[in-house]
C-alpha cells in the first residue's frame, strides 16, 4: 500500500514537471517569434532579387555560291536576325572587294528572283546556315545619273540644231531663208519640257536610292537623243514648212501645250507628297488646284499630261518625226499607266474602280 502511494506520488510529480518544461518552452518561443517580428518590421518590406536574363542572340551563316558553277565564294558569318540583305551585301564586299553592293544580285535558288535589300535575314532563313546564289549584275549607275543624261542630252542637242551650227545644214541656204516663227516657239516649248524635267528629277521626285544596269543608261539615251536629233533636224531645216493651217493651228497647239506642262507639274507635285492617314496610305487626291482634278477622271494622271504635251507639240510642228516619237511614248505610257492601275485597284478598290489608267473613259 506504501508502494502504491509512493508511485502515484512520483507520476505526479513527473506530470507536473513536464507541464512546466512544455510551458516554459512556449514562452521561449513566443517571446523568439516577437522578436523575430520586430526585427522584419524594422527592416522594412522585403526586394525581391533581380531576375537576370540572359538573352541569346541567334547568328546566322550565310553561304554565298555562284550562281553559275555553283562554286563557294565565301561564307559571311555572324549574321544577326535583324540583318538585311544589303547588309549582307555590305559584309560581301569586304571580303570580296572587286564586286561592290550596287552589282551584287542575290537569290535563294538559281533562276529565282534577286533578294530586294530591305528583306531581312530572319525571313528567309530555314535554318542557321543560309544558302545564297551570286549574280553579277554588271557596271551599276544611280537612278539619278540616268535621268539627268537622259534628259540633259535632248535639251543640249535641240539647241545645236537650232543654232544651225556648220556641218549640220547648208550655210548659204540657212542664212538666206527666212525661219517661221513657229521654229522658235517649237524650240522654246521643247527646252521647257525638258527644264521642267531636270527641275523636278533633283527637287520634286523622289528618286530611288537604287541602282539599274549601265546598259539601261545606254538605251535610254539612245533613245531620247536619238529622236531629238532626228525631230531637230527637221524642225530646225532651212526647207522646213510650216503647218497647214497657219498660226491658228500653231497658237492652239502652243496653249495647251503649256497647259499640259503645268498640269504634268502640279500632278506630279501631288505624287511626291502623298496622303496618309494614320499608318495608311491614301490614293492621292486632287486639292483646289484645278489641274488636279484630273485624279478624279484618271489614276495617272501625269502620263495624261505628258501625252497631251506630245500630241500638241506633233500639231504645232507638224512634222513626222514628233509624231513617230509622240506614238512610242503613248504606247509605252499605256503600259505603265495600266500597270499602276493595277496596283491602285489592290490597295485602293473604293478610290480607284471607277476611273480610267490613262484615257478618261477609253484606257
Same mark, same amino acid.
Given at each position: 500500500?506504501?508502494?502504491? &502511494?509512493?508511485?502515484? +506520488? ?5 506530470? %507536473? ?14 517571446r523568439?517569434? &516577437? ?13 525581391? =532579387? ?24 565565301c ?19 569586304? +571580303? ?40 553579277? !549584275? ?10 539627268? +543624261? ?7 542637242? *535641240? ?21 517661221h516663227?513657229v521654229? &522658235? ?11 521642267? *524635267? ?32 532626228w ?15 497657219g ?6 497647239? +502652243? ?19 502623298p ?24 489614276s495617272?494622271?501625269? *502620263?495624261?499630261?505628258? %501625252? ?5 507639240f ?13 506614238? !512610242?511614248?503613248?504606247?509605252? /505610257? ?9 496596283? *491602285? ?10 476611273k480610267? =489608267? /490613262? ?5
Amino acid at each position: 500500500m506504501f508502494k502504491r &502511494h509512493k508511485s502515484l +506520488a512520483s507520476e505526479r510529480k513527473r506530470e %507536473i514537471f513536464s507541464r512546466g518544461v512544455t510551458r516554459s518552452m512556449l514562452k521561449n518561443d513566443l517571446r523568439n517569434f &516577437h522578436c523575430l517580428s520586430q526585427l522584419v518590421l524594422s527592416a522594412g518590406p522585403l526586394k525581391s =532579387a533581380p531576375v537576370v536574363k540572359h538573352s541569346k542572340s541567334a547568328h546566322f551563316e550565310i553561304e554565298i555560291l555562284d550562281a553559275q558553277t555553283r562554286k563557294q565564294i565565301c561564307i559571311v558569318d555572324k549574321v544577326v536576325q535583324t540583318s538585311t540583305i544589303h547588309d549582307v551585301k555590305q559584309k560581301f564586299h569586304k +571580303a570580296c572587294p572587286k564586286w561592290y553592293p550596287s552589282r551584287v544580285g542575290l537569290q535563294l535558288e538559281r533562276g529565282g528572283p534577286f533578294l530586294k535589300d530591305y528583306i531581312t535575314i530572319q525571313s528567309i532563313a530555314a535554318s542557321s546556315i543560309v544558302t545564297l546564289y551570286f549574280t553579277d !549584275l554588271g557596271q551599276q549607275v544611280s537612278w539619278t545619273t540616268v535621268f539627268l +543624261a537622259e534628259y540633259t542630252g535632248p535639251l543640249l542637242i *535641240y539647241l545645236l540644231f537650232y543654232l544651225r551650227i556648220p556641218y549640220i545644214y547648208d550655210m548659204k541656204e540657212s542664212s538666206r531663208r527666212f525661219r517661221h516663227p513657229v521654229v &522658235h516657239l517649237a524650240c522654246f516649248c521643247h527646252c521647257i519640257h525638258y527644264i521642267r *524635267y531636270l527641275l523636278e528629277t533633283l527637287f520634286v521626285h523622289k528618286v530611288s536610292a537604287g541602282h539599274t544596269p549601265l546598259k539601261n543608261l545606254i538605251k535610254g539615251c539612245a533613245f531620247y537623243w536619238g529622236f531629238t536629233s532626228w525631230i531637230a533636224y527637221y524642225i530646225n531645216h532651212p526647207q522646213y514648212t510650216p503647218p497647214s493651217f497657219g498660226n491658228r493651228q500653231v497658237t492652239v497647239s +502652243a496653249i495647251n501645250f503649256l497647259i499640259c506642262e503645268a498640269g504634268n507639274h502640279f500632278i506630279n507635285v501631288i505624287l511626291a507628297h502623298p496622303n496618309h492617314t494614320g499608318i495608311n496610305a491614301c490614293f492621292p487626291s486632287p486639292n483646289y488646284n484645278p489641274f488636279t482634278w484630273m485624279f478624279f477622271l484618271v489614276s495617272c494622271p501625269n *502620263y495624261t499630261y505628258e %501625252i497631251g504635251s506630245w500630241i500638241s507639240f506633233t500639231v504645232m510642228t507638224q512634222t513626222l518625226p514628233v509624231g513617230i516619237f509622240t506614238l !512610242l511614248m503613248s504606247i509605252q /505610257m499605256s503600259l505603265w499607266a495600266q500597270k499602276k492601275h493595277k496596283i *491602285y485597284l489592290k490597295k485602293f478598290n473604293s478610290y480607284v474602280h471607277r476611273k480610267s =489608267a /490613262m484615257i478618261p473613259f477609253i484606257l
